[in-house]
């Protein structure tokens, strides 16, 4: 069964770090674009970043949120930093075939990771 399983959320300060990761159990891992969203509470989910050669990002991240990818371990990494508490959201992984900031572009979903950000 293909999965996405995502690790590493949690509770930061302002101004702090997290970096998240999302392991996936697809075969062919490297012919897939790989999305990041998120979704804070009573809001629409919302594209952040995505990576398959190239990367994109929404320009509320850029300079901020790092994405990138381990083929060899079929795994995708999110680094976050100078976090605000304007990010706190649930953080959500995607696999697709495209690099796209639409979410109807994606199959796969991974369960989502909290991250929260005190002020």
């Known amino acids: 069964q293909v999965q996405l399983v995502e690790s590493g959320g949690g509770l930061v300060q302002a101004g702090g770090s997290l970096r998240l990761s999302c392991a996936a159990s697809?075969?062919?891992?490297?012919?897939?674009?790989l999305g990041w969203f998120r979704q804070a509470p009573g809001k629409e989910r919302e594209f952040v970043a995505a990576?398959?050669?190239?990367?994109h990002y929404a320009d509320s991240v850029k300079g901020r949120f790092t994405i990138s990818r381990d083929n060899a371990k079929s795994t995708v990494y999110r680094q976050m930093n100078s976090l605000k508490p304007e990010d706190t959201a649930v953080y959500y992984c995607?696999?697709?075939?495209?690099?796209?900031?639409?979410?109807?572009?994606?199959?796969?979903w991974g369960q989502g990771t909290q991250v929260t950000v005190s002020s």
């Open positions: 995607a696999a697709g075939r495209g690099v796209s900031r639409y979410k109807s572009d994606y199959d796969l």
């Open positions: 697809i075969r062919t891992f490297r012919s897939y674009s």
């Open positions: 990576i398959s050669w190239y990367t």
